[in-house]
């Protein structure tokens, strides 16, 4: 009989799992287990990694924790879901690089309710079915789950190539999702006006300052200080705020919009549809698109803001005539980092 889930947490860096380790002639459930330490690598908004694991038997489910749930950054579970989505990706990808095929059936048992309310029910349920030989494209994507880290700074300005942008649509068409690529001087200086608006609209409710402020302190003794310009895990290293009070101005050295405009490449990740399925499918799009991008030396931040307000969200639309974005994504180079800093201890629940 199954036991209620227990937390389990990592005693070392969490970026510092090694395929090396992998159990290959342990249980399917030892393998699942195992796999998780890539799981946990996604991104989250707020670094508030919003998901817990259950293993079940030889199954693994995926379920969203409400409790870190943020209801003034995300007042619809969107960003939560996308996160979730995201932590999906790399345990696929990961079985896979691992030589087992993953089964994955979305939103199992679920009918029309809202998974982020009511009952407890899984996200994803995740089974093995047999072996696999991983493609030369997926292997490519494993190895850029521990290099890929969120960048706050400016970005070097030289142009992102076409070919690396046809190829970062194509992986989140793959996916079922579609990103938009917004390059000219007059589309950024729209985006940051959007974001800039959005921002200062969430800055002035008191709750928003009280919920953003609870996940700063929550990742304060996590996150050591760190120099100016290098990558960050903290609360401000996922979907980050690039205005407000909250972020350390010397990370960048400049204003926030001029962050934005000297973006060389700024893209919008969207769905076909703005349900529960489509927010998760998103996340692996998310995911499958950043670590593309960290493959060929291209890094990554996030922008949660302006799709968590419904009228910038609109905003967002009309600058690509297409409806439901779901997140945008600053894309550029930047100088080799220093090395990282440790997040919150990678986090996910395990029950017998």
Same mark, same amino acid.
């Not at 799981?39 to 995926?62: D, H, I, K, M, Y």
């Not at 919008?268 to 670590?291: H, M, N, Y």
């Given at each position: 009989?199954?036991?209620?889930?227990?937390?389990?947490?990592?005693?070392?860096?969490?970026?510092?799992?090694?395929?090396?380790? *992998?159990?290959?002639? &342990?249980?399917?459930?030892?393998?699942?287990? +195992?796999?998780?330490?890539?799981?946990?690598?996604?991104?989250?908004? *707020?670094?508030?990694?919003?998901?817990? *694991?259950?293993?079940? &038997?030889?199954?693994?489910?995926? +379920?969203?924790?409400?409790?870190?749930?943020?209801?003034?950054?995300?007042?619809?579970?969107?960003?939560?879901?996308?996160?979730? &989505?995201?932590?999906?990706?790399?345990?696929?990808?990961?079985?896979?690089y691992l030589g087992l095929q993953p089964k994955i059936t979305l939103l199992p048992w679920l009918n029309d309710g809202d998974p982020l309310s009511g009952s407890e029910v899984p996200l994803a349920r995740i089974e093995l079915d047999g072996t696999c030989t991983c493609p030369a494209a997926e292997r490519v994507l494993f190895q850029a789950i521990r290099r890929r880290r969120t960048y706050l700074g400016a970005f070097d300005p030289a142009p992102i190539s076409q070919n690396l942008i046809d190829a970062l649509q194509d992986q989140a068409r793959h996916e079922g999702a579609w990103l938009g690529m917004l390059e000219d001087a007059e589309a950024k200086a729209d985006v940051s006006r959007i974001v800039a608006t959005a921002d200062r609209i969430q800055l002035t409710q008191r709750k928003y300052r009280a919920e953003l402020a609870k996940w700063v302190r929550r990742a304060a003794h996590l996150v050591p200080p760190m120099p100016p310009g290098v990558l960050q895990l903290g609360p401000h290293g996922e979907f980050a705020l690039p205005f407000g009070a909250f972020l350390d101005p010397d990370l960048s050295g400049q204003a926030g919009?001029?962050?934005?405009?000297?973006?060389?490449?700024?893209?919008?990740?969207?769905?076909?549809?703005? %349900?529960?399925?489509?927010?998760?499918? %998103?996340?692996?799009?998310?995911?499958?698109?950043?670590?593309?991008?960290?493959?060929?030396?291209?890094?990554?931040?996030?922008?949660?803001?302006?799709?968590?307000?419904?009228?910038?969200?609109?905003?967002?639309?009309?600058?690509?005539?297409?409806?439901?974005?779901?997140?945008?994504?600053?894309? &550029?180079?930047?100088?080799?980092?220093?090395?990282?800093?440790?997040?919150?201890?990678?986090?996910?629940?395990?029950?017998?």
């Open positions: 009989m199954d036991t209620a889930p227990t937390p389990f947490r990592f005693d070392a860096d969490a970026w510092s799992v090694d395929e090396k380790d *992998f159990p290959a002639e &342990g249980s399917n459930a030892d393998r699942l287990h +195992f796999c998780l330490n890539y799981a946990v690598l996604a991104p989250s908004c *707020f670094n508030t990694q919003p998901w817990f *694991f259950r293993l079940t &038997g030889a199954a693994l489910e995926l +379920f969203a924790d409400r409790s870190r749930r943020l209801p003034m950054a995300d007042p619809d579970g969107r960003a939560l879901m996308i996160a979730c &989505g995201a932590a999906l990706f790399n345990l696929r990808c990961a079985l896979r919009t001029d962050l934005i405009e000297s973006t060389p490449l700024i893209g919008v990740l969207g769905a076909d549809g703005d %349900s529960p399925i489509d927010w998760l499918r %998103s996340g692996q799009a998310l995911q499958r698109t950043v670590l593309w991008a960290r493959a060929a030396g291209v890094w990554a931040s996030f922008l949660n803001q302006p799709i968590a307000l419904p009228e910038s969200r609109i905003q967002v639309a009309h600058l690509l005539d297409r409806n439901h974005p779901m997140l945008l994504i600053r894309f &550029g180079r930047v100088p080799p980092p220093a090395p990282s800093r440790a997040l919150r201890s990678a986090r996910y629940v395990i029950g017998n």
